[in-house]
């Protein structure tokens, strides 16, 4: 008879500990071979999955912010409007409602790239332990993969993609978190999945039995892997700053995986985000007839949303118009129209 | 920039007149006889900048030393910088009022003088009294990279915690003090002159970031004089700036009085057995979304996005 069950005390067993995976990345980024991964294990999903999507998106409008933005102050934008109190108490409720059910959870949305911040605060306030992965890919291949959106459409998505890498390792940085390269995770996933599971101490992963580590082998295989792309960084059309820029963010989040606390990829990193500020600046300062069009087009926009409202009020006939603000789609909707 | 008294030695150097600053974020404190906060300000504000300046105004109570001290403790003796400030300096209120802005007497000249011995890009304005909770720690750590593509006003909610002993104390959930607290190290950041203190300046096209409420504490005692920096009680009583000292006043009387059930939002905080009482909220209390509107109060303009009733308040100068 072990010790334990000698001992009155122990008649009930001890919580489980708490544990909240956060994953960002879309499909294109490989991140949904680590989710697909991941729940085989004892990690869940959250019950209501619209949700964070739902609360991400309201989050990030309100700030004025989107999804693929790359602009540098991105972060700077969400943390001011991620320190609303009715927005945390919102999180806060809602996972403290997930983590009742399942004490390991896997939240994955892509916007968690920007907000890893505020969510480590949201996780260690329900008195769990947040841990943070990223899924890697070269830049190419993941502009690769991207809508192309015009001239130079790949600059559009380097960018993006420097600006969520920046935000998202140094946004992580002295919590447990780890890398992954999803052509490692193909090869072999036992090894990056193991060191994930050491670094974010996950009993579902460390402590998992045969019929799990066999679904995996089976879910990874059944999967088409993700085009790459025929034009290496190096040869593509965007400004050569940012190609620059980067290959040495590549070279060091790669670096990452090994160790993901590695002191001088992080210093390059902080040399990358840096020289992006200035590239980012200058180039709003090229393109100020743009931005500046495009606030006179915001404007006249309003105008006649209010000048509609207006009409619609005196005109005794014509139904009423709720009060709902326009969606950020209707807004690029005309956008387009008045481009057009 | 010259002092009226012709004072060479206290004259202003602004620090970006010599060269680029390093990018970092340094907290300055303006501090008399604040031995009895320190062991609970330092580790924190240490943990939360890169540097600290502390500037002596006067103590008795070996502050300065303390505060190497405790910063060599920490293994963190190289970031913190001890300036002494010898004059006499115009408390809140009338003497303010009173007292020419390029004076070295002036709250103004004082923390102009006091910022101007940071050397960093950013520079917080920091009481002598003020704690970080551990979230609070991490939140303004994070400032360190989200501030570096913007030029932004920090504005940081701080909470009155009244200490009773060593076991019991008073936290105000029920106001909250909305300052701006930190602003880029630059010339349109200086101090100026205002009624009844100081107050920075800020450009119109300077951005602003407010913190999350409930992370920052900043501590009474309630055995202690926390208003001798005002000229007079007068000075704020019946002021329509200083509701926050209003307040402040009001639960001092009470609590005194045994009525601390008169103060709405005034919720007793008891610590476990040997654990004191700041430490048991240090640890345990988190940013809230249970404030009160009614007695918010903020230095600054409000950000669009908050719809609460803040009122025009600020925070009196001079030392903590």
Same mark, same amino acid.
């Given at each position: ?9 122990? +008649? ?111 996780? &260690? ?63 072999? @996933?036992?090894?990056? &999945? ?96 743009? &931005? ?49 | ?121 950013? +520079?917080?304005?920091?009481?002598? !009294? ?66 009844? @203190? ?26 202690? !004089? ?24 009001? &639960? ?69």
């Amino acid at each position: 008879m072990s010790e334990s069950s000698e001992d009155p005390g122990t +008649s009930e067993a001890p919580a489980p500990a708490l544990r909240v995976v956060l994953l960002p990345g879309t499909r294109r980024t490989g991140a949904h071979a680590v989710l697909d991964t991941l729940t085989q294990f004892d990690i869940a999903t959250p019950q209501q999955a619209r949700w964070l999507a739902t609360f991400h998106a309201k989050v990030f409008e309100l700030a004025g912010v989107v999804p693929t933005d790359a602009r540098p102050q991105a972060a700077f934008l969400l943390a001011n409007t991620g320190s609303q109190p009715d927005l945390r108490e919102e999180a806060r409720a809602w996972l403290r409602r997930q983590l009742d059910v399942q004490p390991q959870l896997l939240l994955h949305e892509p916007r968690i790239a920007f907000l890893a911040s505020f969510w480590r605060e949201i996780v &260690i306030s329900c008195d769990a332990g947040p841990g943070f992965v990223g899924v890697q890919r070269p830049p190419a291949d993941i502009a690769h993969g991207a809508q192309p959106s015009g001239p130079l459409s790949d600059a559009g998505h380097l960018a993006s993609w420097l600006n969520a890498q920046l935000t998202y390792e140094r946004s992580t940085r002295d919590q447990p978190r780890s890398f992954l390269l999803y052509d490692d995770l193909l090869d072999d @996933w036992t090894g990056p &999945i193991m060191r994930l599971g050491q670094a974010l101490d996950l009993p579902a992963v460390l402590e998992c039995g045969p019929q799990g580590i066999r679904r995996v082998h089976h879910t990874l295989a059944e999967q088409a892997p993700l085009p790459t792309s025929p034009v290496p960084l190096a040869e593509s059309e965007a400004p050569t700053a940012l190609v620059d820029l980067c290959a040495q963010a590549w070279a060091a989040l790669q670096a990452l995986t090994a160790d993901p606390a590695d002191a001088a990829a992080e210093a390059a990193l902080d040399d990358v985000a840096e020289g992006y500020r200035l590239l980012y600046l200058e180039a709003e300062a090229v393109a100020r007839s743009s &931005i500046n069009a495009a606030r006179e087009a915001g404007k006249a926009f309003v105008r006649s949303q209010a000048a509609d409202a207006g009409a619609a009020a005196t005109a005794p006939a014509a139904p009423v118009k709720p009060a709902v603000p326009e969606p950020p789609r209707a807004t690029r909707r005309w956008a387009r129209r008045s481009r057009a | 920039m010259e002092n009226l008294e012709g004072n060479g030695e206290f004259a202003i150097a602004w620090p970006w007149e010599a060269g680029p600053l390093r990018w970092g974020r340094t907290a300055v404190m303006r501090v008399r006889n604040e031995a009895r906060c320190l062991p609970w300000v330092m580790p924190s504000v240490l943990a939360a900048y890169d540097a600290v300046v502390l500037v002596d105004n006067g103590s008795d109570d070996g502050t300065p030393d303390l505060a190497r001290k405790l910063a060599d403790e920490l293994d963190a003796g190289d970031r913190l910088t001890v300036r002494d400030y010898p004059f006499r300096v115009a408390r809140a209120g009338e003497e303010n009022l009173l007292a020419p802005a390029r004076s070295v007497h002036s709250l103004t000249w004082f923390y102009n003088w006091s910022f101007a011995q940071s050397r960093t890009s950013y +520079s917080f304005k920091w009481d002598g !009294d003020m704690i970080l909770t551990a979230e609070g720690v991490r939140v303004l750590r994070d400032l360190e990279w989200q501030l570096a593509p913007v030029h932004a006003i920090v504005a940081i909610p701080t909470h009155p915690l009244y200490v009773e002993s060593d076991s019991v104390a008073w936290l105000d959930d029920g106001s909250a003090h909305l300052e701006a607290y930190g602003a880029p190290n630059r010339p349109e950041f200086r101090f100026l002159k205002a009624f009844e @203190w100081e107050t920075r300046d800020q450009p119109e096209w300077a951005e602003r970031i407010e913190l999350p409420y409930g992370i920052c504490l900043e501590l009474k005692f309630l055995d202690s !004089d926390e208003f001798s920096h005002w000229t007079s009680p007068e000075s704020f009583l019946d002021n329509p700036r200083a509701v926050r000292k209003q307040r402040e006043w009001a &639960i001092f009387e009470a609590v005194r009085a045994g009525r601390p059930g008169d103060i709405k939002g005034l919720r007793r905080v008891e610590a476990p057995e040997g654990t004191h009482v700041i430490q048991h909220v240090i640890d345990t209390n988190r940013s809230t979304a249970s404030l009160s509107t009614t007695h918010r109060s903020t230095t600054h303009r409000p950000t669009p996005h908050r719809s609460t009733t803040e009122t025009p308040d600020g925070a009196p100068g001079g030392v903590r």
